[in-house]
């Protein structure tokens, strides 16, 4: 299924093309943050350590099959960019060349728009020691700016792969961080919610924690306020509800030494309501 989806998908995601890559660990790791973000296709020129390579596909784990299993293999950069229509280098050093710097998320960007009028992309990472060098970087329109601590702005090559990756996966399919999760349970009633403040209050009361007179309105008040930003679901209720009974002083057979006169159900230990 994933294979289908990728395959349906190649044209207009980004290749991602390594430039002389020293180590197939690093390539097998690139390869992860590849298929993280949802990037199959990968390019390599010239591997220093030949290809395939047995420590890539280790390193690679479940990123194996779909990306380092399918991965080409060229002898020139020109040759692993000949088919794509635009093509970036990621480089941090400065060149006596001039071209336009641009960040990941921009980068995302002109890859999605010009993958809806047909053209391809590809980005070039450079060797892990140096870098891709300056004919190398002839061949891009652009160059690719990573901004990070100018005192410590060194990447090693999976970073950079994901750093990127991750800046199309983002642009491609509107990645956000998850939302929670709803509760089964509704939300809980104003007569509920009163039941508790009035439970909270009557053992409150009982413990002489509102002995001040004057204090005590302010002090329910603000018991009361923070009960209401909390949001309290029905589960959540009867939950406090356990809570404060138990503080009170339940009985370890079960009855309390002092009966509440809130009208809410008996509950038990866990805030659910007793059956008996």
């Known amino acids: 299924m994933l294979r289908e989806r990728n395959a349906a998908a190649s044209w207009q995601s980004p290749v991602i093309v390594l430039v ?4 197939g660990e690093n390539v097998g790791a690139a390869a ?9 296709e ?7 350590d030949g290809w395939p390579n047995e420590r890539a ?18 002898e020139s ?43 391809r992309s590809g980005v070039l990472f450079g060797p892990e020691r140096a870098g891709l060098d300056n004919d190398d970087v002839a061949l891009a329109s652009q160059i690719v700016h990573i901004p990070l601590n100018a005192g ?6 999976a970073q950079a792969v994901l750093l990127v990756a ?31 403040f009035e439970h909270l209050e009557q053992e409150l009361d009982a413990s002489g924690f509102l002995r001040v007179a004057e204090k005590r309105g302010i002090m329910v008040r603000n ?20 809570v404060v009974s138990s503080l009170s002083g339940r009985r370890k057979d079960g009855r309390l030494v002092r009966q509440p006169a809130y009208t809410a159900g008996a509950v038990g230990e866990d805030g659910e309501p007793d059956e008996t």
């Open 223 to 242: 018991l009361r306020s923070i009960l209401h930003r909390a949001e309290l679901r029905e589960h959540e209720v009867r939950a406090l509800h356990g």
């Open 166 to 196: 991750y800046a199309w996966f983002e642009a491609e399919c509107g990645a956000s961080a998850p939302r929670e999760q709803a509760s089964v349970t509704p939300p809980a009633t104003l007569a509920q919610l009163v039941n508790l």
């Open 20 to 23: 002389g890559p020293q180590m």
């Open 77 to 119: 950069t020109a040759a692993a960019v000949a088919d794509l229509h635009r093509v970036y280098a990621t480089t941090a050093r400065r060149r006596d060349m001039l071209k336009p710097a641009i960040g990941p998320r921009d980068l995302a960007s002109e890859i999605k728009d010009g993958a809806a009028e047909g053209l």
């Open 42 to 48: 990968l390019r390599l020129v010239s591997p220093r």
């Open 152 to 157: 410590y702005s060194s990447l090693n090559l």
């Open 57 to 74: 596909q280790a390193m690679a784990t479940g990123a194996s099959r779909d990306v380092i299993e399918r991965a080409q293999v060229f």
């Open 32 to 40: 992860r943050a590849m298929l993280n973000c949802g990037l199959t």
